[in-house]
């Protein structure tokens, strides 16, 4: 089994729309969560950190549900420039490593 | 402003060479990694170094190998260079996180490899 799973999608939708993205992880005591933004032909960046509380900044929401054992992005309002493939990212207690999904791509319809 | 640098953007090698990735950090974070990423795979580890000296191999090993002699470079060694090893090479570091998991990663640009 995967480490993190993620819907590939692609996700098409308009201008203005909400899209949610989820990610589930095997590891149940993992400890840190992100989401990185990666744009065609570039590096991954960080997006933002995902906190036990959920946290949120501007458009973008991120929520951790442990119980389930899932991370979620929600991105409201969207934007021509939100077009990029989203990526969730854990890491596990203890370990040094980081756990990339594959990634989900969404592409912003005029 | 942070940076994760690697040597080169783009490379062509010839099948059977011995091809050197360099990354370098000024970060001084402990943790290096190195990923390919192709398409529909995602990003895949090929191996990370959470210390000078220190390796682990992570998911897709086989073929490489890699170097830490100094904190803030890591290198990836194509022994023998095939036509598979075609890809996107990314390299990131970043810091272990008290008590446990890390900070984020800060990826280098990449590296676009063609082996012909």
């Known amino acids: 089994r995967k480490e993190v799973e993620q819907d590939p999608g692609p996700f098409n939708v308009p201008e203005g729309a909400t899209v949610a993205f989820n990610c589930t992880y095997s590891n149940s005591a993992s400890q840190s969560f992100f989401w990185y933004r990666q744009d065609c032909r570039k590096e991954p960046k960080l997006l933002m950190s995902v906190y036990s509380s959920g946290n949120e900044d501007g458009r973008f929401t991120a929520q951790l549900n442990r119980a389930s054992q899932y991370i979620s992005l929600l991105i409201r309002d969207s934007k021509l420039s939100d077009s990029a493939t989203y990526l969730c990212?854990?890491?596990?207690?203890?370990?040094?490593?980081?756990?990339f999904g594959t990634g989900t791509r969404l592409t912003v319809i005029p | 402003d942070v940076k994760v640098t690697q040597s080169s953007r783009y490379l062509v090698k010839r099948t059977g060479e011995k091809v050197f990735l360099e990354c370098v950090q000024d970060?001084?974070?402990?943790?290096m990694f190195w990923y390919r990423q192709d398409p529909g795979l995602g990003l895949r580890l090929i191996y990370f170094?959470?210390?000078?000296?220190?390796?682990e191999k992570g998911d897709i090993p086989e073929g490489y190998s890699v170097s830490r002699e100094k904190k803030e470079r890591f290198s990836l060694i194509l022994e023998s260079a095939s036509t598979n090893q075609t890809s996107m090479y990314l390299c990131a570091s970043s810091s272990p996180r008290a008590p446990s998991g890390n900070t984020e990663a800060f990826f280098g640009q990449g590296t676009r490899l063609t082996v012909v």
């Open positions: 170094s959470y210390d000078v000296k220190m390796k």
């Open positions: 970060m001084d974070h402990e943790n």
């Open positions: 990212v854990v890491s596990p207690t203890g370990a040094n490593n980081l756990f």
